[in-house]
């Protein structure tokens, strides 16, 4: 008996589909997050009445949950009814050295989930819808809903856990005697960057109730000896000393003349030999898939006319700082390095 085929016509509608209800998997995913179910399976599978129990909630909508995402391969459905985490399932424990959790959670809150609903507002503007739906810019507001912030910081530190380790391994930190990480949250990269150089020292700048959580990271990753940290306000005024300076994921936060501010005050902060590495996204050109271009538009709904860049704007970004973009340093995420140095 011939083998039945589909349509060749029904493949491509087929695959819309799946990106049209993209946003159910998302909500999916960082829904079964907050409940910790990730966690609840970390020492094996489990009946889904056991999770449930656990975690105060439906049972039947436990197992939808659960049924929708192992067809996702998140987690696999057992013949005796119980659930387990596949491989790739494994990277929303809080506690997988590689979790994306945090990241997976931020997607599905509101402070991201509601902006995105607005995201024609930006397209037809050019302004963040995030300041249209919460009265406030996205720092401003973060910085007077601690606990929303809570959720923004566990996010970063979440995206950074892989993304860190490859931009530290991509670049040849030799030479480097001070590294400053300028923004650098709760100190995820510099720690990383710290513990494969044990003769470097480093400092750790951010905003007050940022930098609050960095000593942790530093304790745990066994250099807080090495490192300083400060706070304060990076459109003003950086410390000194710092042989480069780093900062992962800053400048596409911002519009290019908040930017170049940003970057003209690294330039006052580095001595002549200095360098400035700006580890962040590129921009492919063509119709090449890549992170950056939804990352771009998540930057249009969510900051203060933030984007991802070129190359080709990189340059001329870091031209009318005073700096000379010297190379891009690919690493084995989405991210590279932009090293430039001073003109």
Known sequence: MAARHRPAAALPAEALLQMIVGKWISQAIGTAVELGIPDRLAKGARQCHDIAREAG??????????????????????????????????LLRRDHPNSLAGFARFQAHDITWRPWGRLGHSVKTGMPAFDEVFGAPIFDYLSRHPEDAAVFNDAMTSISATQSRAAAAAYDFAGIGTLMDVAGGHGFLLATVLRG?????????????VVAGAATTFTRAGVADRVRIESGDFFKELPQGADAIMMKYIIHDWDDDSATRILRTCHRALGPRGKLLIVDTV?????????????????????????????????????????????????????????????
């Open 57 to 90: 909630v439906s049972e039947d909508g436990v197992y939808r949950l659960l049924r929708t995402l192992s067809s996702l391969g998140l987690f696999a459905e057992n013949g005796d009814g119980r659930f387990k985490l596949t491989r790739m399932g494994q």
């Open 197 to 209: 150089h044990k003769t470097m020292r480093g400092v750790l700048f951010d905003l007050p109730h």
């Open 283 to 343: 921009v492919p050109p063509g119709n090449q898939p890549h992170y950056s271009k939804l990352l771009d538009l998540n930057m249009l709904v969510l900051t203060p006319r933030g984007r991802e860049r070129t190359r080709k704007e990189f340059a001329a970004l870091l031209s009318g700082a005073g700096f000379r973009m010297s190379r891009i340093v690919p690493s084995a995420s989405a991210l590279s390095i932009v090293e430039a140095v001073k003109r």
